[in-house]
């Protein structure tokens, strides 16, 4: 009897041991958000990041600026991003210098330009670099093949679209608008496709089918900081707001994003036509932090969501977001010199929350909410809907909190087509929505874009 009490009280104060434990390590848990986990870079001595790029799910690269000490860096990891090493140092001319992209074509060739006059290739996946003396002094690349790469610059009388036939040996303008107007960014799609735009002047959206030769104006008010096709028709771009394209970029429509402060994009990477991943200047407040979110859609930009990768960072924005597949996906936060990203082998978080206002695509036969006109506009723009039976009407205007900032109408009304006056005077430049409210339930709701 006594020995039984004995082991009861050992038993007893091993489960007590147990519980202490584990309660005691709750304050040192890590604050990554499920399916996300932190990763660090080596030292590097005051330069960040600048670019990043992943080949598989284990082999990636990244470049940085010039620091103090004048180095700049190509890293590398082959353990997915787990651990960095320096792969290339190299020795600029002035602290301002840096790397812009880094790009492989395969598993061993790739290219990393920078803003001044040398281009770094390597034939053995990073193994040796090769520095060519172009003279170009490019602020964005697209490569095509280890052959075939477009360069562009905007300033003065050199600007225009560049290519090159051999790797980046020899360049030749293909293209000019003359000594203004000309592009900072290129995407090419392929050997015909690729756009163009000029962030300074987000008037200068540009299309080629023809390799580059010529180039047609696209008719919209913002640039883009990220572009990508899923194919020759489908695609993605982003600056300060996400559009879709569904004719091969010739018309371009917005989409809904979630409720998120500073709604930048500043990188796209497409899975596939459904599955979208957004990275850029968006976060979330939580307790007076702001910690960096990542958007994605999964039934091809109908509703967009978000999630927080990691709590553990306080950060307004993750400026390069890079998925090789399905499962493994990588984002790098760009703020304040902070070297640090976050990976995900299982798709990111379990679940992603959606914003408040419904995106509502069902077909409405008896009620139409139509495009605001017009659209972009400086403070006015008109609302319109149709109603087809008697209803009870209200359309509300909120901005990108979810916060209602006017009523256009409220009110029972007979059928009919109806304008309304939005005048958006005393509010702020930026994305507003309008929803279609019927007998207090939401329809519809579109997007609208005031510039002033």
Not at 81 to 101: A, E, L, M, R, V
Not at 201 to 230: C, H, P, V, Y
Not at 429 to 446: A, C, N, P, R
């Amino acid at each position: 009897m006594k020995l039984n009490k004995t082991l009861s009280r050992i038993l007893d104060g091993l489960i007590l041991l147990v519980f202490i434990l584990f309660f005691s390590s709750a304050g040192f848990q890590d604050r990554n958000t499920s399916g996300w986990y932190q990763q660090w870079f080596p030292n590097l001595n005051g330069s960040t990041i600048q670019d990043i790029t992943f080949l598989d799910s284990l082999t990636g690269f990244a470049v940085t600026n010039a620091n103090s000490s004048l180095q700049a860096y190509i890293l590398k990891t082959t353990n997915g991003g787990d651990n960095w090493n320096i792969n290339y140092t190299y020795i600029p001319p002035y602290t301002n210098w840096k790397f812009i992209k880094i790009i492989f074509i395969n598993v061993n060739t790739g290219l990393a330009f920078t803003d001044d006059v040398e281009t770094f290739t390597t034939t053995n996946s990073g193994l040796n670099w090769n520095i060519i003396n172009n003279g170009m002094y490019p602020e964005d690349a697209s490569v095509l093949n280890k052959d075939t790469i477009f360069i562009v610059k905007s300033n003065g009388s050199n600007g225009g679209v560049y290519r090159s036939t051999n790797g980046g040996i020899n360049w030749t303008r293909i293209w000019t608008n003359g000594t203004s107007g000309n592009p900072d960014k290129i995407y090419m799609y392929d050997k015909n496709i690729g756009f163009t735009c000029n962030v300074a002047s987000i008037s200068k959206f540009r299309k080629t089918t023809d390799g580059g030769f010529s180039w047609f104006d696209i008719n919209l008010t913002d640039a883009f900081l990220d572009i990508k096709l899923e194919d020759s028709l489908i695609g993605w771009k982003g600056s300060n707001s996400i559009q879709k394209t569904t004719d091969g970029g010739l018309t371009w429509f917005l989409q809904t994003p979630p409720n998120v402060s500073s709604f930048i994009i500043r990188s796209i990477s497409v899975i596939n036509k459904d599955t979208v991943w957004l990275g850029g200047t968006s976060y979330i407040s939580i307790g007076g932090n702001y910690y960096g979110v990542l958007i994605k859609t999964t039934n091809g930009g109908t509703n967009w969501g978000y999630q927080i990768p990691n709590l553990a960072i306080v950060s307004r924005r993750y400026k390069n977001v890079n998925f090789t597949n399905s499962n493994n996906g990588w984002a790098y936060v760009d703020q304040g010199g902070v070297n640090d990203g976050i990976h995900t082998k299982v798709g990111g978080n379990d679940t992603t929350v959606y914003t408040s206002i419904n995106n509502t695509s069902i077909e409405i036969t008896d009620y139409q909410l139509f495009q605001n006109y017009p659209n972009p506009f400086n403070t006015r723009t008109v609302v319109s809907c149709q109603l087809l039976v008697v209803s009870n009407l209200s359309i509300k205007v909120y901005d990108v909190q979810g916060r209602e900032v006017q009523t256009l109408v409220e009110g029972k009304l007979n059928p009919g087509v109806y304008e309304y006056i939005f005048n958006g005077n005393s509010l702020s430049s930026g994305i507003y929505f309008y929803s279609m409210i019927i007998d207090g339930k939401v329809l519809d709701t579109k997007r609208m874009m005031m510039i002033k």
